[in-house]
């Protein structure tokens, strides 16, 4: 029998912490000797995430312009590229954000059609702290409307495991007060707690995804409408930005800045972040920047500790507001960072918009 690719797929809200999960996982897998494969996903090219990955040596394919279940082929067809080499071992994949029912229009098409290729780890799921607590307490100050609060709900009830991220961050009561949360909301479901910033609780991750069995089975009742109300309440900018000056600046301190201001203009309109990041690439260097909601402290995720006189800049913002605002917004904030530095700033590419209705290539309404 053909030797099988271990197919991994980590979901989780626009923010969760999906890139530096399954970052930390493809260096445990490879660190045992094994060849690693990752896809990320988006509505739209440009994306930090892949760049991200790529600049730490990982071998990415991307699938860009619909979520993995609206271009279901395109992610067979990116996974078979990544074989083209050598037969990966193991196939990271990181769904967009803002998807669910990820279980009957991924898994279980991968598992029935493609049954002899693949095998199915454990479908886990990050629930962000930030986001997570104030929707599963229903708190009127969720930042976002019940419709997007929905795909954030559906997002854990079908994961065979739900991943507490940034536990570093938590105190013991609110991480005890998250456990009862979810198991409320989703009983029998095995909860973990885990940092992918410092790899607290990864031992019992990777032994948890190295579990043989009958996965991804949890297949979900999804109003669609509600769903795509919810997604389309988000606007979604890519933008690619060329910084340069006559004096050297702080890559690192650049990037900080542009997702502070961010945050302040953002906030200050009552728009809702779900996650800011910005990468800086520039002749092998390069550093990522985030904010993972309205109130998070901005946070240097991958610091260059390196100054420049210019660097390719690549903003993605996903926020509760107008696409268009969203762009005056970063194109505002982008400037006043380079003025700051005595920098000329050139937008090169920008994509913003609102993503569109789900509609899987494929859908099977029972687990097998």
């Known amino acids: 029998m053909t030797h099988q690719i271990r197919y991994i797929m980590v979901g989780g809200f626009l923010g969760a912490g999906k890139t530096t999960t399954l970052a930390r996982l493809a260096r445990h897998y490879m660190e045992q000797g094994k060849r690693v494969g990752i896809v990320t996903n988006d509505q739209a090219a440009d994306l930090v995430d892949t760049n991200s990955l790529r600049s730490q040596g990982f071998e990415v394919g991307e699938v860009a312009g619909a979520c993995f279940c609206c271009n279901f082929d395109e992610l067979m067809s990116t996974m078979d590229g990544l074989s083209e080499g050598e037969r990966p071992d193991v196939i990271l994949a990181e769904p967009v954000g803002s998807c669910t029912d ?218 509760a507001c107008d696409p268009e605002e969203l762009e005056k917004v970063v194109r505002s904030c982008v400037e006043v960072a380079g003025q700051q530095i005595d920098a000329t700033v050139e937008f090169r590419q920008t994509q913003s918009f609102r993503p569109g209705r789900p509609v899987p290539t494929h859908r099977y309404s029972d687990g097998e």
């Open 102 to 319: 990820l279980v009957a229009t991924v898994i279980q098409p991968i598992k029935r059609l493609y049954n002899a290729t693949f095998q199915i780890a454990p479908y886990s799921v990050i629930l962000k702290p930030s986001h997570g607590g104030r929707v599963l307490r229903n708190d009127s100050k969720a930042g976002f409307s019940p419709k997007a609060a929905y795909i954030l709900k559906k997002q854990i009830e079908e994961a065979d495991a739900i991943l507490i991220n940034r536990i570093d961050e938590l105190s013991q009561e609110q991480a005890d007060e998250l456990t009862s949360l979810i198991n409320e909301h989703c009983p029998g479901i095995p909860v973990l707690r885990v940092s992918a910033k410092t790899g607290e609780g990864y031992e019992a991750l990777t032994q948890l995804l190295d579990q043989d069995g009958d996965f991804g089975r949890r297949v979900l009742d999804i109003d669609y409408d509600t769903y795509a109300d919810g997604e389309a309440e988000l606007g979604w900018l890519n933008s690619s930005v060329h910084v340069s000056s006559d004096q050297k600046f702080s890559l690192d301190g650049l990037l900080l800045d542009v997702v502070a201001k961010l945050q302040t203009e953002l906030a200050a309109s009552g728009a809702e972040t779900a996650h800011l990041k910005t990468i800086g690439l520039w002749e092998g260097f390069f550093g990522v920047a985030n904010v993972v909601s309205s109130t998070t402290e901005p946070e240097l995720s991958l610091p260059s500790n390196c100054d420049v006189q210019e660097v390719d800049l690549i903003v993605n913002a996903r926020v």
